[in-house]
C-alpha cells in the first residue's frame, strides 16, 4: 500500500514537474525565437531601407543630370537659331532671345559679349559684378554654378561657350541659363513625401533645396545637424565624401528612431543629393505582423509544436499578401505618376522628358550594338507663330494638335514625341523603320497638298542610324539638318515661315 503510494506520489510529481518543464522549455523557446525574430526585423528592416533609399537617391541625381545636359543641348539649339536670324538691333535681339525661350523652354537665356555685357529678353546689363563665371579670361567649356541673386532663392546657373557667333558686330563670348532650384525641387517630389525626406546640399553641407530632411536635419546644414549623433571619425569621413563626391550612406539613432539616410553625387555638379527614412516606418508594419504572431503563440502554448508553426505559416502567409497589395499598389502609383510626367498636356502624345529616357536607354543599346535598324524623324509645324499672331493661340493649339494627330497616323508604328513647342520627334524601329520611306513621301505630298489648302505643314527630316554613330543625338543632328532644308523648299512653295 505505501509501495502504490509511492508510486502514484512519484507519477503525479513527475508529470506535475515535467509538465512544467515541457512548459518552461516552450515558453523559452518562443521567447527565444521571438528574440531571433527581431533582430532578424531589424537586419531585414536596415537592408531594406538601404536598398530603397539608394534607388531613390540615384534616380533623382539621374533626373537633375538629365535636365542639365537637356539644357545644354537647347542652349546650343539656341545659339543656331539666333546666329541665323542675324540680328540687326537690340530690340531684334531681344525678340530672337524671345522666341528661342518660348520654342525651347529656356529659362532667362541669355548672352555674353566679349566686354562682359549681358543681353537677355528684357534688357542689357553689364555682368562682370553679378556673375561669377565671368571673371574667366576664357570660357573654353560648360560651367555650372550656384547663384543667389539680391536674396532671391538659389538658382543653378548654366554657362556654355559660343564660338564663332557675333552679333551687332561684337563677339559674343558665352551663353547662359539659370534654373530656380525651387522647379528642380518641384520636379523631383515624385515620391510619397510622408515617410522619406530628400533635399540638395553643397560640398560643405550646405542645403541648396530649402527642403528639410527629417526633422532632426531639417533644413539646417547637414554636418551640423548630425555632429551630436555620430562620432567625429564618422562625421570626418562623411564630410570628405561629400569633398570628394563620393556616394555613401550613414545611419544614426534620434529620439530613440534610427535614421538611414543615402547620398550620392550629381554629375556635373557640386552638389549632393541626400534622402533620408526613419527605420521605425518600416519596423512598424513588419513588427507589428511579429507581435500578432507572438500573441497568438501564447495563447497557443498548450498546443502541440505543429500548430504553433501552422500558425506561424497563415499569419507569414498574411503578411506575404500584405505585402504584395501593398507593392502592387506603389507600383500603380508610381506607373501613373510616371505616366503623367511623360505625356504632353496638349496633344496625350509622350514629351521631352519621354524622350530623354528613351534617348539615354537606345544611346546604351548603340553602344552596345544592340540595335542594327533605326531611323530619327524630326517635323516642325510651319507657321506656328503666323497663326499665334493672326489667330490667337487658341488656333496655335489647334494647329499643333493637327499636326500631332497627322504624325501620329502616319508612323502608326513609331514612337512620337513632342519635344518643343512646334518640334516632333518620331523614333522607328521594326515595320516602322521597313515602311519609313513610302510613309514619308505620303506625308510630303500630302503637306504639299495643305499648302495650297491652307491645311497644316510640317517640315520632315529624316536621318538613318549608321556604324559611326555613337548615339543618338548623332543621328538626331542629320535629321535635323535635312529638316531645315526641307522647311526652305516648302517656303519656296508657299508655305507659312515664322516671318510670313
Avoid at 518640334?423 to 520611306?437: K, N, P, W
Wanted: glycine share 6%; charged share 25%; proline share 1%.
Amino acid at each position: 500500500m505505501a509501495q502504490k503510494k509511492i508510486s502514484r506520489r512519484t507519477f503525479v510529481l513527475t508529470a506535475v514537474f515535467g509538465s512544467l518543464l515541457i512548459m518552461a522549455m516552450v515558453i523559452a523557446n518562443s521567447v527565444w525565437a521571438s528574440n531571433q525574430t527581431s533582430t532578424a526585423t531589424d537586419e531585414a528592416v536596415s537592408a531594406v531601407s538601404s536598398f530603397y533609399l539608394e534607388a531613390m537617391a540615384d534616380r533623382r541625381a539621374k533626373t537633375i543630370a538629365n535636365l542639365i545636359n537637356s539644357s545644354f543641348e537647347q542652349m546650343e539649339k539656341a545659339v543656331a537659331y539666333i546666329a541665323d536670324e542675324g540680328a540687326d538691333s537690340q530690340e531684334a535681339l531681344r525678340d530672337s532671345i524671345g522666341k528661342v525661350e518660348s520654342l525651347l523652354g529656356l529659362s532667362r537665356f541669355a548672352l555674353v559679349d566679349e566686354d562682359n555685357i549681358v543681353y537677355t529678353q528684357y534688357t542689357t546689363y553689364s555682368g562682370g559684378s553679378r556673375h561669377t563665371f565671368l571673371s574667366e579670361a576664357e570660357i573654353t567649356g560648360r560651367i555650372i554654378s550656384t547663384v543667389s541673386l539680391y536674396g532671391s532663392s538659389k538658382q543653378l546657373c548654366l554657362t556654355s561657350p559660343t564660338r564663332g557667333l557675333s552679333i551687332l558686330n561684337k563677339p559674343i563670348k558665352a551663353c547662359f541659363v539659370q534654373l530656380d532650384i525651387k522647379d528642380i525641387v518641384d520636379l523631383l517630389a515624385f515620391d510619397n513625401q510622408d515617410s522619406t525626406n530628400f533635399a540638395l546640399y553643397t560640398r560643405k553641407g550646405g542645403n541648396l533645396s530649402g527642403t528639410e530632411l527629417g526633422s532632426v536635419i531639417s533644413n539646417r546644414n547637414l554636418f551640423d545637424a548630425i555632429q551630436a549623433f555620430v562620432p567625429q571619425d564618422v562625421l570626418r569621413e562623411k564630410r570628405k565624401d561629400f569633398e570628394t563626391a563620393k556616394e555613401g550612406s550613414l545611419r544614426f539613432a534620434s529620439d530613440g528612431m534610427e535614421e538611414t539616410l543615402v547620398y550620392v553625387p550629381i554629375q556635373g555638379t557640386d552638389w549632393e543629393m541626400a534622402v533620408l527614412i526613419r527605420e521605425n516606418i518600416i519596423q512598424d508594419q513588419i513588427r507589428d505582423i511579429s507581435e500578432k504572431t507572438l500573441a497568438n503563440s501564447r495563447k497557443q502554448i498548450i498546443f502541440t509544436t505543429v500548430s504553433v508553426l501552422a500558425l506561424a505559416v497563415v499569419l507569414l502567409f498574411q503578411y506575404w499578401k500584405l505585402s504584395r497589395d501593398k507593392l502592387n499598389a506603389e507600383k500603380e502609383t508610381s506607373r501613373a505618376l510616371h505616366i503623367m510626367a511623360n505625356t504632353d498636356s496638349l496633344t496625350g502624345i509622350r514629351n521631352k522628358h519621354a524622350y530623354a529616357e528613351n534617348e539615354a536607354l537606345i544611346n546604351r543599346q548603340i553602344q552596345s550594338g544592340e540595335i542594327e535598324k533605326l531611323a530619327v524623324v524630326i517635323g516642325d509645324v510651319n507657321g506656328l507663330k503666323y497663326v499665334n499672331d493672326t489667330q490667337g493661340h487658341a488656333a496655335g493649339d489647334k494647329l499643333i494638335k493637327d499636326a500631332s494627330s497627322m504624325i501620329c497616323r502616319a508612323f502608326s508604328h513609331g514612337a512620337v514625341f513632342r519635344i518643343g513647342g512646334d518640334e516632333f520627334v518620331v523614333l522607328l524601329q521594326g515595320e516602322g523603320f521597313d515602311t519609313m520611306d513610302e510613309v514619308i513621301s505620303a506625308l510630303n505630298r500630302k503637306v504639299e497638298a495643305n499648302i495650297q489648302e491652307d491645311k497644316v505643314v510640317i517640315s520632315f527630316g529624316c536621318a538613318i542610324l549608321t556604324p559611326q554613330d555613337r548615339q543618338l543625338r548623332d543621328v538626331f543632328e542629320r535629321a535635323d539638318n535635312m529638316m531645315y532644308e526641307r522647311k526652305k523648299a516648302l517656303k519656296q512653295m508657299g508655305a507659312k515661315t515664322r516671318d510670313t
